[in-house]
């Protein structure tokens, strides 16, 4: 059942995280989040304090989940692009890869053009890295033995609980 | 799916709770909420009718600890019960890591319990899960309550492969961390088979 569990390395970590800084740059955005399609934070850059990621995080999926699930009602695959307007911040939400969700949180020193631009070139970027850690998932470098649950011992998942 | 982030050294699982209608999964949620440090706990989300029926879903993003210098933090969500909400309770079903099925005790409930669980596997199996593979705890609820069937015959209907199960009263927190540390550990312990 976990074929499709995500590990993810310092190194493709710091790829997610070069695009989206890049991307806070060059779309003069608040933030940004990459989320995965199930609802875990992967990944933020730019001023995100006083944001609770977590929950952002769990309602971006779910936004995604419901939206998806009405796509095809109406006979879409999916709307891969969601735009929310606030009074001063807006969300821009988009779908990489169908597997990962890209969030740029942008206010008026920026605009939906400049986002959507902006977001069309990282989101690409971002696919090809997601692409990468795929292949590795497959060929079994990022599963097995590889993943800190080998060497676990029962004994270490009761003293999780004891404190 | 569990998200392992060696960056951050962090490990995220996700754990749903299913059950009929007003069977009790918010207020096992909201109990944890409730007796948990805030330190380990983040906010609470529940998108809930007015009527403080579930909607689409409750979250609760609980840090548990360190395992070889992994941050353990689960992500406990619950699902709709209302049987028409099933296009909800599917989404949320989408890359579980462990399920508590809380069952109503209530004679009058059994039915809705079987129902529940049939459309627990059927909505398993659409995602490409089997049932008999997922880790699942069970728990009775509402103990407690004077209509409660036996034990004996909950588990004779509910849990024919002898999965962890534990009876509970959620209102008064009776059961509730006993049944999600058990589900925590079956999800670590079905990680670390895949890791091997």
Not at chain 1, 15 to 29: C, E, F, G, S, W
Not at chain 1, 116 to 137: D, N, P, S, T, W
Request: proline share 3%.
């Amino acid at each position: 059942m976990h074929d499709t569990q995500l590990v993810m390395y310092d190194e493709d970590f710091r790829k997610v995280r070069t695009v989206i800084q890049k991307l806070v740059r060059d779309a003069n955005a608040k933030g940004c989040f990459v989320v995965d399609r199930n609802g875990q934070l992967i990944g933020e850059a730019g001023e995100m304090q006083g944001i609770d990621t977590t929950s952002l995080a769990s309602l971006t999926a779910g936004c995604i989940a419901a939206t998806c699930g009405l796509a095809k009602i109406v006979g879409e695959e999916e709307f891969p692009v969601h735009f929310h307007q606030g009074q001063k911040d807006n969300l821009h939400i988009t779908l990489v890869a169908k597997r990962i969700i890209l969030v740029v949180i942008f206010d008026d020193r920026s605009s939906l053009g400049l986002v959507r631009l902006r977001v069309k070139k990282a989101g690409g970027e971002l696919a090809r890295v997601f692409e990468e850690i795929q292949k590795k998932a497959d060929q079994g470098d990022a599963g097995g033995s590889g993943t800190p649950f080998a060497e676990i011992t029962d004994e270490d998942i009761d003293n999780l609980f004891s404190v | 799916m569990s998200f392992i982030n060696y960056s951050s050294r962090e490990i995220n699982c996700k754990i749903v709770y299913y059950g009929p209608g007003l069977c009790g999964k918010t207020t096992n949620l909201q109990y944890i909420y409730s007796k948990t440090n805030p330190d380990v706990k983040g906010k609470m989300i529940s998108l809930a009718t007015e009527t403080e029926r579930t909607l689409f879903f409750d979250f609760l993003p609980l840090a548990l600890g360190q395992i070889r210098g992994f941050k353990t933090r689960f992500h406990l969500y619950t699902v709709p019960g209302q049987v028409f909400y099933d296009a909800s309770r599917k989404l949320i079903l989408k890359g579980v890591d462990g399920v508590v099925f809380v069952a109503d005790s209530q004679v009058e409930r059994m039915e809705a319990n079987l129902e529940s669980m049939d459309n627990l596997k059927t909505n398993l199996a659409e995602q490409g899960y089997d049932l008999t593979k997922v880790p699942l705890v069970i728990q009775h609820n509402k103990r407690d309550l004077p209509n409660a069937a036996p034990l004996d015959e909950m588990r004779r209907m509910l849990n024919p492969r002898a999965n962890p199960d534990f009876e509970a009263a959620a209102t008064v927190g009776r059961g509730v961390f006993e049944t999600l540390k058990s589900v925590a550990r079956e999800v670590l312990r079905d990680l670390k088979q895949m890791g091997r």
